[in-house]
Protein backbone atom coordinates (compact mmCIF):
# COMPACT_ATOMS: atom_id res chain seq x y z
CA UNK A 1 0.00 0.00 0.00
CA UNK A 2 0.65 3.51 -0.95
CA UNK A 3 2.31 5.53 2.41
CA UNK A 4 3.85 8.70 3.18
CA UNK A 5 5.81 9.18 6.83
CA UNK A 6 6.56 13.06 7.96
CA UNK A 7 9.55 11.99 10.88
CA UNK A 8 9.46 15.66 12.43
CA UNK A 9 6.03 16.72 14.21
CA UNK A 10 7.75 20.48 14.23
CA UNK A 11 10.91 22.21 12.74
CA UNK A 12 11.75 25.51 14.25
CA UNK A 13 13.99 27.69 11.97
CA UNK A 14 14.72 31.30 11.91
CA UNK A 15 13.66 34.05 9.70
CA UNK A 16 16.16 34.40 7.02
CA UNK A 17 17.37 30.66 7.41
CA UNK A 18 17.25 27.72 4.75
CA UNK A 19 14.19 25.43 6.05
CA UNK A 20 13.89 21.72 5.39
CA UNK A 21 10.85 20.19 5.76
CA UNK A 22 10.93 15.73 5.46
CA UNK A 23 8.78 13.66 3.89
CA UNK A 24 9.47 9.68 2.82
CA UNK A 25 7.30 7.71 0.78
CA UNK A 26 6.43 4.14 0.35
CA UNK A 27 4.76 3.31 -3.27
CA UNK A 28 4.54 0.09 -5.65
CA UNK A 29 5.25 1.51 -8.80
CA UNK A 30 6.32 5.18 -9.93
CA UNK A 31 5.00 7.68 -7.33
CA UNK A 32 3.49 10.81 -7.63
CA UNK A 33 4.31 13.25 -5.21
CA UNK A 34 2.42 16.17 -3.69
CA UNK A 35 2.92 19.06 -0.87
CA UNK A 36 0.47 21.28 0.89
CA UNK A 37 0.00 24.00 3.17
CA UNK A 38 -2.26 24.57 5.33
CA UNK A 39 -2.47 27.88 7.11
CA UNK A 40 -5.00 28.29 10.38
CA UNK A 41 -8.50 28.47 9.70
CA UNK A 42 -8.33 27.82 6.25
CA UNK A 43 -7.99 25.04 3.77
CA UNK A 44 -5.02 23.18 2.07
CA UNK A 45 -3.10 25.54 -0.63
CA UNK A 46 -0.89 22.90 -3.40
CA UNK A 47 2.68 23.77 -3.50
CA UNK A 48 3.80 22.05 -5.64
CA UNK A 49 4.10 18.10 -7.15
CA UNK A 50 6.78 15.78 -9.04
CA UNK A 51 5.61 13.56 -11.55
CA UNK A 52 8.24 12.75 -13.44
CA UNK A 53 11.18 14.85 -14.81
CA UNK A 54 13.65 17.24 -13.17
CA UNK A 55 14.61 15.76 -9.61
CA UNK A 56 14.11 19.27 -8.35
CA UNK A 57 10.34 20.99 -8.53
CA UNK A 58 9.68 24.89 -7.69
CA UNK A 59 6.55 25.33 -6.59
CA UNK A 60 4.56 28.44 -4.95
CA UNK A 61 5.51 31.30 -2.78
CA UNK A 62 9.86 30.40 -3.33
CA UNK A 63 9.39 26.64 -1.80
CA UNK A 64 10.93 23.72 -3.58
CA UNK A 65 11.45 19.78 -2.74
CA UNK A 66 13.96 17.49 -3.93
CA UNK A 67 12.87 14.28 -5.06
CA UNK A 68 15.41 11.02 -4.25
CA UNK A 69 14.63 7.98 -5.81
CA UNK A 70 17.14 6.12 -3.97
CA UNK A 71 16.25 7.63 -0.09
CA UNK A 72 12.66 7.09 -1.17
CA UNK A 73 12.23 11.30 -0.09
CA UNK A 74 10.86 14.35 -1.24
CA UNK A 75 11.91 16.86 0.99
CA UNK A 76 10.22 20.79 1.07
CA UNK A 77 13.26 23.41 0.78
CA UNK A 78 13.19 26.98 0.60
CA UNK A 79 16.06 28.70 0.88
CA UNK A 80 15.35 31.90 3.03
CA UNK A 81 11.98 31.08 5.77
CA UNK A 82 9.99 33.77 6.56
CA UNK A 83 7.83 34.51 9.37
CA UNK A 84 4.41 34.28 7.23
CA UNK A 85 5.86 30.45 5.91
CA UNK A 86 4.51 29.33 9.60
CA UNK A 87 1.71 26.76 8.94
CA UNK A 88 1.23 23.08 8.72
CA UNK A 89 2.53 21.26 5.76
CA UNK A 90 1.40 18.13 4.33
CA UNK A 91 3.07 15.75 2.41
CA UNK A 92 1.10 13.71 -0.04
CA UNK A 93 1.50 10.34 -2.44
CA UNK A 94 -1.33 9.64 -5.12
CA UNK A 95 -2.85 6.14 -4.52
CA UNK A 96 -1.81 4.42 -8.06
CA UNK A 97 -1.89 1.60 -9.65
CA UNK A 98 -5.84 2.15 -9.92
CA UNK A 99 -5.59 5.87 -10.45
CA UNK A 100 -8.84 6.22 -7.85
CA UNK A 101 -7.85 10.31 -6.89
CA UNK A 102 -7.10 9.36 -4.10
CA UNK A 103 -4.61 11.09 -2.05
CA UNK A 104 -2.68 9.76 1.08
CA UNK A 105 -1.45 11.98 3.78
CA UNK A 106 1.33 12.29 5.98
CA UNK A 107 0.79 13.64 9.37
CA UNK A 108 1.57 16.89 8.76
CA UNK A 109 4.77 18.65 9.99
CA UNK A 110 4.40 22.11 11.67
CA UNK A 111 6.83 24.64 10.83
CA UNK A 112 7.47 27.53 13.27
CA UNK A 113 9.26 30.43 11.82
CA UNK A 114 10.69 32.49 14.25
CA UNK A 115 11.74 36.54 13.89
CA UNK B 1 -7.53 25.86 -10.55
CA UNK B 2 -11.05 25.59 -9.18
CA UNK B 3 -12.40 27.96 -6.51
CA UNK B 4 -14.68 25.54 -4.00
CA UNK B 5 -16.66 27.14 -1.26
CA UNK B 6 -18.44 25.21 1.96
CA UNK B 7 -21.33 26.00 3.57
CA UNK B 8 -21.17 26.34 6.63
CA UNK B 9 -17.86 27.56 7.98
CA UNK B 10 -18.20 26.33 11.13
CA UNK B 11 -21.12 24.80 13.43
CA UNK B 12 -21.80 23.93 17.01
CA UNK B 13 -24.32 21.20 17.33
CA UNK B 14 -25.82 18.97 19.56
CA UNK B 15 -25.30 15.11 19.87
CA UNK B 16 -27.76 12.91 18.00
CA UNK B 17 -28.27 15.29 15.31
CA UNK B 18 -27.54 15.81 11.66
CA UNK B 19 -25.80 18.30 9.96
CA UNK B 20 -25.31 18.67 5.92
CA UNK B 21 -22.06 19.81 4.69
CA UNK B 22 -22.37 21.75 1.52
CA UNK B 23 -19.82 21.90 -1.09
CA UNK B 24 -19.66 23.95 -4.66
CA UNK B 25 -17.12 24.64 -7.12
CA UNK B 26 -16.48 26.78 -10.06
CA UNK B 27 -16.28 24.40 -12.72
CA UNK B 28 -17.67 20.96 -13.40
CA UNK B 29 -15.66 18.20 -11.95
CA UNK B 30 -15.77 14.76 -12.57
CA UNK B 31 -14.46 13.43 -8.92
CA UNK B 32 -15.13 15.18 -5.58
CA UNK B 33 -13.43 14.29 -2.54
CA UNK B 34 -15.15 14.60 0.88
CA UNK B 35 -12.16 14.36 3.79
CA UNK B 36 -12.27 14.85 7.78
CA UNK B 37 -9.43 16.28 9.74
CA UNK B 38 -9.64 14.95 13.11
CA UNK B 39 -8.23 17.99 16.21
CA UNK B 40 -3.96 17.48 15.60
CA UNK B 41 -3.95 14.96 13.25
CA UNK B 42 -3.95 14.22 9.30
CA UNK B 43 -6.95 13.97 6.26
CA UNK B 44 -8.55 10.98 6.30
CA UNK B 45 -10.94 10.38 3.12
CA UNK B 46 -14.69 9.50 3.80
CA UNK B 47 -15.67 8.65 0.22
CA UNK B 48 -15.41 9.70 -3.36
CA UNK B 49 -18.37 11.02 -5.34
CA UNK B 50 -19.02 10.67 -8.77
CA UNK B 51 -21.75 12.42 -10.32
CA UNK B 52 -24.33 9.96 -11.41
CA UNK B 53 -22.72 7.11 -9.74
CA UNK B 54 -22.49 5.79 -5.86
CA UNK B 55 -20.48 7.30 -3.46
CA UNK B 56 -17.35 4.96 -3.12
CA UNK B 57 -16.63 5.44 1.11
CA UNK B 58 -12.96 3.93 2.80
CA UNK B 59 -12.93 1.51 5.29
CA UNK B 60 -14.26 2.26 8.79
CA UNK B 61 -16.55 5.43 6.75
CA UNK B 62 -20.66 4.03 6.17
CA UNK B 63 -23.22 5.11 4.08
CA UNK B 64 -25.95 5.31 6.94
CA UNK B 65 -23.73 7.86 8.70
CA UNK B 66 -21.98 9.85 5.85
CA UNK B 67 -24.24 10.29 3.35
CA UNK B 68 -23.63 11.87 0.23
CA UNK B 69 -25.29 13.52 -2.93
CA UNK B 70 -23.66 14.75 -6.33
CA UNK B 71 -26.62 15.78 -8.03
CA UNK B 72 -24.69 17.30 -10.74
CA UNK B 73 -21.01 18.15 -11.97
CA UNK B 74 -20.17 21.30 -9.74
CA UNK B 75 -22.15 20.21 -5.99
CA UNK B 76 -21.84 17.57 -3.43
CA UNK B 77 -23.13 17.23 -0.20
CA UNK B 78 -21.57 15.38 2.92
CA UNK B 79 -24.21 14.48 5.97
CA UNK B 80 -22.88 14.05 9.05
CA UNK B 81 -25.49 11.92 11.17
CA UNK B 82 -26.48 10.93 14.39
CA UNK B 83 -23.65 12.91 15.63
CA UNK B 84 -21.50 12.08 18.61
CA UNK B 85 -18.57 14.21 20.12
CA UNK B 86 -16.51 11.53 18.33
CA UNK B 87 -17.31 13.15 14.71
CA UNK B 88 -15.80 16.60 16.03
CA UNK B 89 -13.35 17.44 13.27
CA UNK B 90 -13.00 19.66 10.02
CA UNK B 91 -14.47 18.22 6.48
CA UNK B 92 -13.12 19.12 3.73
CA UNK B 93 -14.31 18.78 -0.17
CA UNK B 94 -11.48 18.71 -2.84
CA UNK B 95 -11.44 18.26 -6.37
CA UNK B 96 -9.00 16.70 -8.81
CA UNK B 97 -8.16 19.35 -11.60
CA UNK B 98 -8.65 16.97 -14.06
CA UNK B 99 -8.31 12.93 -15.55
CA UNK B 100 -4.69 12.51 -15.11
CA UNK B 101 -3.02 11.01 -12.17
CA UNK B 102 -0.60 13.80 -12.01
CA UNK B 103 -3.16 16.27 -11.33
CA UNK B 104 -3.24 18.02 -8.19
CA UNK B 105 -6.83 18.44 -6.19
CA UNK B 106 -7.86 21.35 -4.87
CA UNK B 107 -9.46 21.89 -1.25
CA UNK B 108 -12.13 24.10 0.18
CA UNK B 109 -11.96 26.13 3.05
CA UNK B 110 -13.60 23.36 5.60
CA UNK B 111 -16.22 23.18 7.80
CA UNK B 112 -14.85 22.96 11.61
CA UNK B 113 -17.92 20.63 13.40
CA UNK B 114 -18.10 20.88 17.20
CA UNK B 115 -20.39 18.47 18.74
CA UNK B 116 -21.23 18.66 22.40
Known amino acids: AQSVAQPEDQVNVAEGNPLTVKCTYSVSGNPYLFWYVQYPNRGLQFLLKYITGDNLVKGSYGFEAEFNKSQTSFHLKKPSALVSDSALYFCAVRDIPGNTGKLIFGQGTTLQVKP | SAVISQKPSRDICQRGTSLTIQCQVDSQVTMMFWYRQQPGQSLTLIATANQGSEATYESGFVIDKFPISRPNLTFSTLTVSNMSPEDSSIYLC?????????????FGPGTRLTVL
Open chain 2, 94 to 106: SVASGGRAGNEQF
